[in-house]
T-cell receptor
Framework: DAGITQSPRYKITETGRQVTLMCHQT?????MFWYRQDLGHGLRLIYY???????DKGEVPDGYVVSRSKTENFPLTLESATRSQTSVYFC????????????FGPGTRLTVL | KQEVTQIPAALSVPEGENLVLNCSFT??????LQWFRQDPGKGLTSLLL?????REQTSGRLNASLDKSSGRSTLYIAASQPGDSATYLC????????????FGKGTKLSVKP
C-alpha cells in the first residue's frame, strides 16, 4: 500500500535499553522527519533528512540517532532509553522542505519504564 | 522565537453550527501553513495547505484563510457534525533547509448531537 508506515505501533521498554523505531514511505519523498508529541509541548522536531545519507538535528535531538541509507526508510534509534523519552513518535515525509504538504505516519507510542 | 498559538484550547458546539478555529504565529515570514486533524490515539491527517501567496483554501465544508501581515490563520468548519470531533492542529513552515513544521498545541473540538 502506498503511504507512510511506522513500526512498531506500541512499544514498552526499560531504561537503558536500545530501541529502534522504523519509518517507511512509498512515495520516494526526499524529505523525512521525526517528531515527538508530548502533552504540554505539542509536536517537536527531533531529526530530519533531506535525502539519503543527509540528516541533521532538529529541536530536541539529544539521546536519539538516525540514519537514512535508502530514500524510503528513516529509522530512529534511542541508544539508551530514558523515562523522559516516553512519548508518541511521528514520522513524516514531503517532496520538499518548504513548498509541499507533510504527510504523517500513524505514530509509535513508546513507554520507557 | 517562532511560536504558534491556537485559541481556544477546547471548544464544544451543537451539531449544525458553523465554527471558526484560530491560529496565530509570531513570525510572518512563512512559506506555508498546514491544518491537520488528529483523532484520539491516531496520527495526523492533513486537511489543508495554504501557501504564503494564497489567502484561502477550501476543501468541502472546510475553509482556511491566511493573513500573513497580521500573523493569523482561521479554519472555518461549516455545518459541523459529530464526526468532526477531533483535535485540530495548525502548523507553520518557515522554509529553509530544515523545512520542519512549528506546531500549535491544538484546539480540541467536540460537536454534540
Amino acid at each position: 500500500d502506498a503511504g507512510i508506515t511506522q513500526s512498531p505501533r506500541y512499544k514498552i521498554t526499560e531504561t537503558g535499553r536500545q530501541v529502534t523505531l522504523m519509518c517507511h514511505q512509498t512515495w520516494s519523498h526526499s524529505y523525512m522527519f521525526w517528531y515527538r508529541q508530548d502533552l504540554g509541548h505539542g509536536l517537536r522536531l527531533i531529526y530530519y533528512s533531506a535525502a539519503a545519507d543527509i540528516t541533521d538535528k532538529g529541536e530536541v535531538p539529544d539521546g536519539y540517532v538516525v540514519s537514512r541509507s535508502k530514500t524510503e526508510n528513516f529509522p530512529l534509534t534511542l541508544e539508551s532509553a530514558t523515562r523522559s523519552q516516553t512519548s508518541v513518535y511521528f514520522c513524516a515525509s514531503s517532496p520538499s522542505a518548504s513548498y509541499n504538504e507533510q504527510f504523517f505516519g500513524p505514530g509509535t507510542r513508546l513507554t520507557v519504564l | 522565537k517562532q511560536e504558534v498559538t491556537q485559541i481556544p484550547a477546547a471548544l464544544s458546539v451543537p451539531e449544525g453550527e458553523n465554527l471558526v478555529l484560530n491560529c496565530s504565529f509570531t513570525d510572518s515570514a512563512i512559506y506555508n501553513l498546514q491544518w491537520f486533524r488528529q483523532d484520539p490515539g491516531k496520527g495526523l491527517t492533513s486537511l489543508l495547505l495554504i501557501q504564503s501567496s494564497q489567502r484561502e483554501q477550501t476543501s468541502g465544508r472546510l475553509n482556511a484563510s491566511l493573513d500573513k501581515s497580521s500573523g493569523r490563520s482561521t479554519l472555518y468548519i461549516a455545518a459541523s457534525q459529530p464526526g468532526d470531533s477531533a483535535t485540530y492542529l495548525c502548523a507553520v513552515n518557515y522554509g529553509g533547509s530544515q523545512g520542519n513544521l512549528i506546531f500549535g498545541k491544538g484546539t480540541k473540538l467536540s460537536v454534540k448531537p
